[in-house]
Structures are given as C-alpha cells and as structure tokens.
C-alpha cells in the first residue's frame, strides 16, 4: 500500500476510537431504560424464573445467547484443531 491510503487508514481508525470514546458514559454513572424495569416487573410472572439475570440472558435474549455460545464453541474447536500435533 502507498503512503497516502495508510495515512487516510489511521486518520479514519483514530477518528473512529475519538468517537466511540466520547460516546461513553461517566465512570459509576447508571443508565436506566423501560426495558430494565419491564424486566424486573414482569420476570415473574412471565416466566417464573426467580433470578432475574437468568431470566434475561436465557429467556429473554435466548437467541443471542445460542449466538455467543456458538462463536466460543468454534473458537474452542479451532484452537484444538491447531494445538492439535502440537505435543508430540
């Protein structure tokens, strides 16, 4: 690559860490939205689960959950894979 586009790459990359960097919140600053309280409101009764963590990573958001544990399976699986002849 010539010099030019490396430049544009890293003025583009550090424009994009300045921006996510003055979208965060405050250190100890708490956010709370609808969704938090309709959680804990209807946790319960929705689903009968008594832990409310639980109930909103397995129940609620099941489907993303199922995401994660698939990218770690593979993850996983492809470290074995190149670790594989690695003690012989």
Do not use: C
Not at 37 to 60: H, R, S
Not at 62 to 76: I, N, S, W
């Amino acid at each position: 690559m010539n010099r030019s586009v490396k430049l544009i790459f890293l003025v583009f990359f550090a424009a994009m860490i300045l921006a996510g960097l003055m979208l965060i919140h405050p250190f100890g600053q708490l956010e709370y939205s609808d969704m938090d309280d309709y959680y804990l409101e209807n946790a319960q009764t929705e689903l009968g689960a008594n832990n409310i963590v639980t109930t909103v990573v397995f129940d609620y958001r099941g489907f993303d959950t199922l995401g994660e544990a698939t990218v770690l399976f593979g993850a996983a699986i492809g470290v074995l894979t190149l670790f594989r002849g690695v003690g012989r």
